[in-house]
């Protein structure tokens, strides 16, 4: 089976760390939970967004922790002969200078430290992001994306792509037939070793 994941969200618990650093860099409790960037979830501008941003880069794309069994979990999906894909939007990456240039590396750094092989990574413009995902699904012939994005999800959906829709407190309102909900790593695995 070819499997492709998005990293942000899903390899990652973007929402997690946007609370806990948000909450000590805006210094207040998030207004909105259940946003999707930090100036939605904090009620703050985006130039204060971008500082937040600029400030805790390096400790998310290299120092966060990936999910719980998400690395076990990718291993045990390759050794078992299914493919797998990142198809990410990770900020800055497309962009031609030394920022997209570090944006990629930290990913694949960030990969490599905590053990997770993936036969390609394909990046994202952060601007276009529903039909480059689709585009690259097609490309690969994936059979699953686990996203958690909701726009993501139903585009990819509405285009006949299965996706596996990682829980997130932004995402609550996606529905589709080919959606199907997922809150950790081992109930995608379960769902990918069922089909």
């Known amino acids: ?18 609370y806990t650093y948000g909450e000590s860099f805006f210094g ?4 909105n939970p259940s946003g999707y960037t930090t100036a939605e979830i904090f009620g703050e501008s985006k130039l204060r967004e971008f500082l937040f941003g600029l400030r805790h880069f390096y400790d998310y794309c290299y120092r966060l922790e990936p999910r719980e069994n998400a ?23 497309t962009m031609k200078n030394p920022l997209g240039s570090l944006s990629r590396n930290l990913f694949r750094k960030w990969s490599n430290k905590n053990g997770l092989k993936f036969k390609k990574i394909f990046f994202c413009s952060e601007k276009n992001t529903p039909p480059q995902k689709l585009e690259y699904c097609r490309q ?22 299965r996706v596996l829709l990682f829980d997130a407190p932004y995402n ?23 089909c």
Do not use: Q
């Open 71 to 93: 690395s076990e979990v990718c291993r045990e999906l390759c050794t078992k002969g299914h493919n797998m894909y990142v198809i990410t939007a990770r900020k800055f990456s």
């Open 140 to 161: 690969i012939s994936a059979d699953i994306m686990i996203d958690d994005k909701p726009d993501i999800a139903l585009y990819l959906a509405e285009n006949g792509v």
């Open 1 to 18: 089976m070819v499997i492709a994941t998005d990293a942000d969200g899903v390899l990652t618990d973007m929402s997690e760390f946007n």
């Open 172 to 194: 609550k309102s996606a529905k589709h037939k080919n959606i199907t909900r997922v809150y950790n790593w081992n109930e995608i695995y379960s769902y990918i070793i069922n």
């Open 28 to 31: 207040h409790k998030p207004l």
